[in-house]
């Protein structure tokens, strides 16, 4: 069962396990931002987030958000050179983990809740932003229980290569949720995300030490090993 010509070995060499079971620890806070998919002055996905912002501060987390207004379509005659696009950018860098809260609309996250993901790169020259991160996702709704939102931020999650938790938060009928302050009523909607905030604590610390070996891949070893050796390759040759 050994047989596997098709690898190279110098390349797949086994499991490290001192690098996953005993790496370096980090002892600043973990490092969350969250985003929210609403400009309205009374955006429940804002108040959300800002819950889930207060439950993180309380376990130990330092929390930034990315206020989205001014942020323009992409590829809308803009690049990343543009203050919000690098803002955003900044922050994803900065990050060990991320909350995403968005409202459903039409059966779906909003367009601002894609717009900011969009402009979140898969690579930025040698550093992929998100690769190895952890992920919360949340949803309110004006109507009814619903998943659709969270279940499209959990296949963005996986294309940006984030750890995306298990649980998540959806609130139905928002609006009947939070107080005239902005504050959200106890309830097992709150106590939900209270669970989620702890989950995410737990996942970013258990991984955040770990991620770069964690996707390390043999495929993208492959990969460097042999464009290394076309450029050693011309180079001799030239």
């Known amino acids: 069962m050994t047989d596997t010509p098709n690898i190279e ?8 396990e001192a690098a996953l079971m005993t790496p370096q620890h980090k002892t600043h806070a ?23 912002g207060r439950i993180l501060t309380r376990l130990g ?8 207004s001014g942020l323009p379509l992409v590829d809308d005659g803009v690049n ?41 790169p ?6 992929r932003p998100t690769q190895g991160k952890t992920l919360a996702v949340m949803q309110v709704s004006g109507g009814s229980q ?11 999650g996986r294309w940006m290569r984030l750890i995306t938790i298990p649980n998540q938060s959806s609130i139905p009928k928002a609006f009947q949720e939070f107080d005239a302050e902005g504050r959200m009523h106890p309830s097992p909607l709150y106590d939900r995300i209270v669970d989620v905030m702890e989950e995410l604590m737990k996942f970013t610390l258990l991984t ?7 996707v390390d891949r043999y495929s993208e070893r492959k990969e460097s090993a042999e464009a290394l050796m076309k450029r050693v390759n011309l180079s001799a040759a030239t």
Request: aromatic share 8%; glycine share 6%.
């Open 9 to 16: 070995d110098a390349l797949l060499t086994g499991i490290d």
């Open 30 to 52: 973990p490092r969350i931002l969250i985003l929210y998919g609403s400009l309205r002055p009374r955006s429940f996905s804002r108040l959300s987030g800002e819950e889930a």
């Open 61 to 68: 987390a330092e929390v930034r958000f990315f206020n989205p």
């Open 80 to 120: 990343a050179t543009h203050p919000k696009v690098r803002e955003l950018r900044d922050l994803v860098a900065w990050s060990e983990g991320m909350v995403w809260s968005s409202p459903e609309r039409h059966g779906a996250m909003t367009g601002l809740m894609k717009t900011q993901i969009d402009w979140i």
């Open 122 to 127: 898969l690579s930025d020259g040698a550093v």
């Open 146 to 156: 619903s998943f659709n939102a969270v279940n499209q931020m959990r296949i963005l």
């Open 208 to 214: 955040r030490d770990r991620a770069d070996y964690l």
